[in-house]
C-alpha cells in the first residue's frame, strides 16, 4: 500500500484545512487508517483513526469536535477536515495504513502498529 499526503499549508488560527491521503496498491478492505502528527521535538501524536469498511471512528480527546475523518472507496482517499484550528496543531500530519482487521480505542492509536505510512504534509497555524 502507497499513502500519498497532501493538503497542508499555513493557516490562521480559527481557520480550517483538509488533508486529503491517497492510497494506491493493496485492496483497503479490513485495514484502518489513521493520521498521526508531530510537532519538532514531540512525538508521533494519534489524531484520528477509522475503519476503511465504516462503522468505527477515533479521535484524539485533542481534536475532539474540530476534526473530522471521512473516506472516499471509489476514489481510495481519506480526509482529514480539521475545522477551528490552534497553534498548538502545528505538526507534520501523516496517514497510515494497518491491514491487521482489528480495531480498538488502545490498540488503533498506537502509532507501531501501522505497517504502511506516507511522506506527511506539514501544517502551521499562526497565531
Known amino acids: 500500500v502507497q499513502l500519498v499526503e497532501s493538503g497542508g499549508g499555513l493557516v490562521q488560527a480559527g481557520g480550517s484545512l483538509r488533508l486529503s491521503c491517497a492510497a494506491s496498491?493493496?485492496?483497503?478492505?479490513?485495514?484502518?487508517m489513521g493520521w498521526f502528527r508531530q510537532a519538532p521535538g514531540k512525538e508521533r501524536e494519534f489524531v484520528s483513526a477509522?475503519?476503511?469498511?465504516?462503522?468505527?471512528?477515533l479521535y484524539a480527546d485533542s481534536v475532539k469536535g474540530r476534526f473530522t475523518l471521512s473516506r472516499d472507496n471509489v476514489k481510495r482517499m481519506v480526509y482529514l477536515q480539521m475545522n477551528s484550528l490552534k497553534p498548538e496543531d502545528t505538526a507534520v500530519y501523516y496517514c497510515?495504513?494497518?491491514?491487521?482487521?482489528?480495531?480498538?480505542?488502545?490498540?488503533?492509536?498506537?502509532?507501531?502498529?501501522?505497517?504502511?505510512w506516507g511522506q506527511g504534509t506539514q501544517v502551521t497555524v499562526s497565531s
Open positions: 497510515a495504513a494497518d491491514p491487521t482487521q482489528y480495531f480498538s480505542g488502545t490498540y488503533s492509536s498506537r502509532p507501531t502498529i501501522y505497517d504502511y
Open positions: 496498491g493493496a485492496p483497503l478492505s479490513g485495514y484502518t
Open positions: 477509522m475503519r476503511w469498511s465504516g462503522g468505527s471512528l
